[in-house]
């Protein structure tokens, strides 16, 4: 059913830009903006996680550079039957992570420094058999194309300031300023539906993939409360990526908070919670095999991921 729901809401999106693409051009403009839909979401298949991962200035590593890190994940794609991703940290202070990829075979996780120091390895194990989960769902296909149309219609949106005189302009300059308001809204709440539709299954599955839902509502719990008063600037310039990352990176700022796009965390702890309250002792005992806070190089309180 989710998947039916996402594809729906997909179709919705699209449909938003070719509206817009006609309301600007007539038949004319709605072909174009069909032509730059198809051109887009190809550009996006191919090539999404490397401008993702460039854009937030993101580093692979490996075994050499972060080994503990690098093993949780390696540990964790065994357990969720998934190829090994690569594996990149980003140099940001707020605590927060990502996936990207249009499949399993040529997926990566990312994590923000400032995530990395502030979990512990079970919160950390959480958070990445999340984001896991979302590779193994393919919603880093689905959330990536959805945040390339989103951005795209507010940008068409500012165009149609620019042709309201058009005399193939369909609305009047009245028409043309609500749809400058309304059509990046639009966009917005389909982009929040997908997401929060995507957030809830990853969460459940996340929880089963790390082995207990509690270390990732403890992980949310945290993440939330940091990411609500440290800044990440570039999403705040590209807040249509923001439904990327695990909790919301934007600060509301300007019309940054038209792309808020995740869940309630409260509500997101509250069916982890829950999930783990209705589980099996069995399962709910089983333990990923992350290493310990003695095996540590340096010994200093916030190295043991990216050392």
């Known amino acids: 059913m989710n998947f039916f729901k996402t ?3 997909i179709a919705g999106i699209t449909a938003l830009f070719l509206g817009v693409g006609f309301a600007i051009g007539g038949e004319s403009g709605m072909f174009i903006a069909l032509a730059v839909a198809i051109a887009m979401n190809g550009f996006a298949y191919w090539n999404s996680d490397k401008l993702v991962l460039r854009m937030y200035g993101a580093r692979q590593v490996s075994d050499a550079d972060a080994p503990e890190y690098v093993a949780l ?16 940290i980003m140099d940001n202070p707020q605590p927060n992570a990502f996936a990207t990829g249009r499949n399993p075979e040529n997926a990566a996780v990312a994590a923000t420094t400032g995530l990395l120091k502030m979990l512990t390895r079970e919160e950390l194990a ?10 193994q769902n393919r919603d880093t ?11 795209a219609i507010s940008m068409l ?9 058009n005399r193939n302009n ?22 929040m539906a997908i997401s929060r539709t995507r957030e809830y299954s990853a969460d459940k599955l996340g929880g089963e993939i ?3 839902p509690e270390w990732l509502a403890s992980a949310l719990h945290k993440l939330e409360k940091g990411a609500s008063y440290i800044e990440n600037p570039v999403a705040e310039q590209n807040p249509a990526s923001a439904n990327l990352f695990i909790v919301n990176p934007l600060h509301g700022k300007g019309a940054d908070n038209l792309f808020s796009t995740h ?18 002792k069995a399962q709910t005992s089983r333990r990923t095999s992350v290493p310990s806070a003695s095996s540590r190089k340096g010994g200093g309180p916030h190295t043991p991921w990216n050392n």
């Open 7 to 9: 594809g729906i809401l």
């Open 73 to 88: 994940v390696r540990k964790l794609a065994q357990n969720a039957g998934l190829p090994m991703p690569k594996v990149y």
């Open 126 to 135: 959480g958070v990445m058999a999340h984001e896991l989960a979302h590779i």
């Open 141 to 151: 296909l689905i959330m990536t194309v959805t945040s390339t149309i989103a951005g």
């Open 157 to 165: 949106a500012n165009f149609a300031l620019f042709f309201g005189g």
């Open 170 to 191: 369909n609305l009047g300059v009245v028409g043309t300023l609500l749809m400058v308001v309304l059509a990046p809204v639009a966009a917005m709440l389909v982009q």
């Open 210 to 212: 790390c082995g207990n």
């Open 263 to 280: 869940p309630s965390t409260q509500n997101r702890i509250a069916r982890l919670l829950e999930m783990a309250r209705l589980r099996p």
